[in-house]
């Protein structure tokens, strides 16, 4: 089992920038994948941003150039450095982590809002 614990979030101006964090603890050496995902209300939840084992990274062509994912594998702890912040950003942040045995988990979620 994984727990995934996320931290950071709150009101933001727009432009403004936020640091997500997600603390992994448990079986951490099983996960191959972590991702951050966002859900709106009214809207399907959606990736944001993820990171693999190698440090490969992809993202979500809406944050492309304003968010960056990282993993300090010392701590367990995988980031979202949030840049220049919209409006369109509001949002339920979710971690993600994947297993090498297929299973999934999920963190509680931390709500990000951005003001106009």
């Known amino acids: 089992q994984v727990q995934l614990v996320e931290s950071g979030g709150g009101l933001v101006q727009a432009g403004g920038s936020l640091r997500l964090s997600c603390a992994a603890s448990?079986?951490?050496?099983?996960?191959?994948?972590f991702a951050w995902y966002r859900q709106a209300p009214g809207n399907e939840r959606e990736s944001v941003a993820t990171?693999?084992?190698?440090?490969?990274?992809n993202y979500a062509e809406s944050v492309k150039g304003r968010f960056t994912i990282s993993r300090d594998h010392g701590k367990n702890t995988v980031y979202l450095q949030m840049n220049s912040l919209r409006p369109e950003d509001t949002a339920v942040y979710y971690c993600?982590?994947?297993?090498?045995?297929?299973?999934?988990?999920w963190g509680q979620g931390t709500q990000v809002t951005v003001s106009s």
């Open positions: 993600y982590a994947h297993s090498l045995y297929g299973t999934a988990f």
């Open positions: 990171i693999n084992t190698r440090g490969s990274t």
């Open positions: 448990g079986s951490t050496s099983s996960i191959f994948l």
